[in-house]
């Protein structure tokens, strides 16, 4: 294989978290999408070479961006090269999160960068509105509807269709991002009276806080446009 060889698509392995179920999900929404089967790795090099990644990630951000700085900045680099160059980015939970500038979980640590904003923590005296009395865990998690919201990073979304019919997928995270620019978030998630951040989106780059390797069906599907859209 040539060194300059492009690959279908690349699955970024962070180093955090079990990415089996992630991986078993995008070989299914790949082959659904007809599109090759994708290349696990955490070699920067591997990765400059995509022409779509898939950026998932479990844990803190400190960690995810002790990988991005690892070996003198190499995957950094190579992800931000990628995206600059117009290549497809789809990140999921720590792989949206990672898109922004800095995280209140993690000061002095740098993200991205993509996105003006700040990850903020989930407050821990959130109230259900149905039931006032009864105050809502931290982390967010369980199943939960993002509501697509007007604007382009809405639009951007709605052309993947699997998030246009208000269907339920699986969050878990205690953190959520605060984009400076409203325009590329995308959805948005209800947590009591707090409105989460659920997906943002502008050109090349999509990303989702919740999970869709554990969001069954809708997941799948959502995984299945995504590729299908890449690959067009």
Same mark, same amino acid.
């Given at each position: 294989?040539?060194?300059?060889?492009?690959?279908?698509?690349?699955?970024?392995?962070?180093?955090?978290?079990?990415?089996?179920?992630?991986?078993?999900?995008?070989?299914?929404?790949?082959?659904?999408?007809?599109?090759?089967?994708? *290349?696990?790795?955490?070699?920067?090099? *591997?990765?400059?070479?995509a022409e779509r990644v898939i950026v998932p990630g479990q844990g803190a951000f400190r960690d995810g961006a002790a990988a991005l700085d690892a070996h003198g900045g190499a995957m950094r680099?190579?992800?931000?090269?990628?995206?600059?160059?117009?290549?497809?980015?789809?990140?999921?939970?720590?792989?949206?999160?990672?898109?922004?500038?800095?995280?209140?979980? #993690?000061?002095? #640590?740098?993200?991205?960068?993509?996105?003006?904003?700040?990850?903020?923590?989930?407050?821990?005296d959130l109230v259900d509105e149905r039931e006032p009395e009864r105050h809502l865990k931290v982390p967010h998690m369980g199943w939960n509807v993002p509501h697509l919201i007007e604007g382009?990073?809405?639009?951007?979304?709605?052309?993947?269709? #699997?998030?246009?019919?208000?269907?339920?997928?699986?969050? *878990?995270?205690?953190?959520?991002?605060?984009?400076?620019?409203?325009?590329?978030?995308?959805?948005?998630?209800?947590?009591?009276?707090?409105?989460?951040?659920?997906?943002?989106?502008?050109?090349?780059?999509? #990303?989702?806080?919740?999970?869709?390797?554990?969001?069954?069906?809708?997941?799948?599907?959502?995984?299945?446009?995504?590729?299908?859209?890449?690959?067009?």
């Amino acid at each position: 294989m040539s060194s300059l060889e492009r690959l279908p698509l690349v699955l970024v392995d962070l180093g955090l978290g079990n990415l089996a179920s992630v991986h078993k999900a995008v070989v299914h929404a790949a082959h659904a999408a007809g599109v090759a089967a994708p *290349v696990l790795s955490a070699d920067a090099d *591997v990765i400059a070479r995509a022409e779509r990644v898939i950026v998932p990630g479990q844990g803190a951000f400190r960690d995810g961006a002790a990988a991005l700085d690892a070996h003198g900045g190499a995957m950094r680099a190579a992800l931000g090269e990628l995206i600059a160059r117009g290549a497809p980015y789809f990140g999921i939970c720590l792989g949206l999160q990672l898109l922004f500038t800095e995280s209140e979980e #993690a000061p002095g #640590a740098r993200g991205l960068g993509h996105f003006a904003g700040r990850v903020v923590r989930i407050p821990a005296d959130l109230v259900d509105e149905r039931e006032p009395e009864r105050h809502l865990k931290v982390p967010h998690m369980g199943w939960n509807v993002p509501h697509l919201i007007e604007g382009p990073a809405g639009a951007r979304l709605r052309r993947l269709d #699997a998030l246009s019919h208000a269907r339920h997928f699986y969050f *878990v995270h205690s953190y959520h991002a605060c984009a400076d620019d409203p325009q590329v978030v995308g959805a948005l998630a209800s947590y009591g009276c707090l409105e989460i951040t659920a997906a943002v989106a502008k050109d090349n780059v999509v #990303a989702t806080q919740f999970h869709p390797e554990k969001s069954q069906r809708a997941g799948l599907d959502l995984l299945a446009a995504v590729l299908e859209e890449a690959a067009a």
